[in-house]
């Protein structure tokens, strides 16, 4: 294949990904506006439902300028060559492949995160704050953002700099070594997720004795579930909108709860909550889900792997001899078909998951607790109501609330 068909192909996926997303989210904007379904009737009130649609019409909207204006920066950079021109002046400052790809891959991050600053200062200080969801202040923002950036020199450029060194000593085979490298990572993040990374950004507090307290450990003890960590965190610091998750496996597992959401809801609803996070550790979902992204990992590294090498894919990017960061960036392209079909693969398993721990949670609590709660934080977040079927099948990781209440109404 010459670098010409190659740059074509890269173009046009670009352009298939983005009218198949534009098509996808014209269809959900549309669905919003179907009446309420009778199951999800009380939700809103005549006048929230109207602030609802505001507000998604809002997102709809600036979701839809912030992405056309990337599309056309990515077909202009692809068309005049910009990533074969960076590559060029890279390589004048660091002619050694390993600093130079450091460099590339830097100078990529860093102006694209310059670029979207407006974007992301709009989207939280303007449509956040009309709606009442924002919290953050202009020192918290700056902050996260500097603290971001710091990870992702320490952390990004550690990783980068193994993958390269990894490519570099086995031409051929790193794809295995830095697959292994991958996993480990995968698996000592999620252990250590909210000892390590969370305290940089948010305050974890032990949850004091108390009713609620005392209900959580009741409901674990019942069925089996051996649980000492449980915190809150600090999620009002950022934002109105609640939630709740697990993290960490065996020993290191916790429950984290969002103080917004103990604030927004009664000690029933969270322990029901409580009992669908269970669920999930139950049927070990949070395991195989690690499997399988583990899995993915490696069929994309062994994929790249295939034309890490090759010189018509880095001449069609406009590089001037055969570079490895320019062939990374362009398999990331490539491979996007691949990656959406993967995407949707994982989300049809999320769902089903998601089924289960709610009959879990049924099964081993109440289902009134779980659909109230459900119910307040669709509202409490302006939710849409009415998701179009073929948006939630590409890009809902939880079914709909309308399948999850009438498949909780159905358990026995």
Do not use: C
């Not at 993915?296 to 018509?312: A, N, V």
């Amino acid at each position: 294949m010459t670098s010409e068909t190659i740059l074509y192909l890269i173009i046009g996926i670009t352009i298939f990904d983005f009218v198949f997303n534009k098509v996808l989210g014209i269809l959900n904007n549309k669905s919003r506006k179907k009446p309420i379904p009778a199951s999800l009737t009380g939700i809103y009130d005549e006048e929230k439902y109207a602030e609802s649609q505001r507000y998604q019409t809002a997102v709809f909207k600036f979701s839809a300028i912030s992405s056309t204006l990337s599309f056309f920066v990515m077909l202009a950079m692809l068309w005049f060559g910009i990533f074969g021109w960076l590559d060029a002046q890279v390589r004048a400052i660091a002619p050694v492949e390993y600093l130079s790809s450091l460099y590339f891959f830097g100078i990529l991050y860093f102006a694209s995160d310059i670029l979207g600053l407006p974007f992301d200062i709009y989207g939280t200080f303007v449509i956040e704050e009309k709606f009442g969801f924002n919290k953050t202040t202009a020192k918290t923002f700056v902050l996260d953002k500097l603290k971001g950036w710091l990870m992702t020199v320490i952390v990004g450029g550690i990783i980068v700099g193994v993958f390269i060194a990894l490519v570099a000593l086995f031409p051929q085979t790193f794809w295995i070594y830095f697959w292994i490298v991958t996993a480990v990572l995968m698996v000592f993040i999620n252990m250590f997720y909210t000892s390590l990374i969370i305290p940089l950004f948010n305050k974890l507090t032990p949850l004091g004795d108390g009713t609620l307290k005392d209900a959580i450990t009741h409901y674990s003890q019942k069925v089996g579930f051996s649980l000492n960590n449980i915190f809150v965190i600090d999620g009002s610091k950022r934002s109105s909108k609640a939630n709740a998750f697990f993290s960490g496996l065996g020993k290191k597992k916790k429950v984290v709860l969002y103080d917004t959401l103990i604030d927004q809801h009664s000690e029933e609803e969270l322990v029901a909550v409580l009992a669908h996070e269970v669920g999930h550790y139950k049927k070990k979902h949070i395991v195989w889900s690690m499997v399988l992204s583990v899995a993915q990992i490696g069929f994309m590294l062994w994929l790249l792997s295939l034309l890490i090498s090759s010189s018509e894919v880095s001449w069609a990017l406009g590089a001037n001899s055969t570079s490895m960061h320019i062939n990374v960036l362009a398999f990331g392209m490539l491979f996007s078909p691949v990656s959406t079909v993967i995407g949707i693969l994982m989300n049809l398993l999320s769902r089903k998951n998601e089924y289960e721990a709610d009959e879990y949670a049924v099964r081993t609590y109440d289902r009134k607790p779980l659909i109230s709660a459900l119910k307040k934080l669709t509202a409490t977040n302006l939710g849409n109501l009415t998701p179009h079927p073929a948006y939630v099948f590409v890009n809902y990781s939880h079914p709909s609330l309308q399948q999850r209440i009438e498949a909780m109404e159905k358990v026995a």
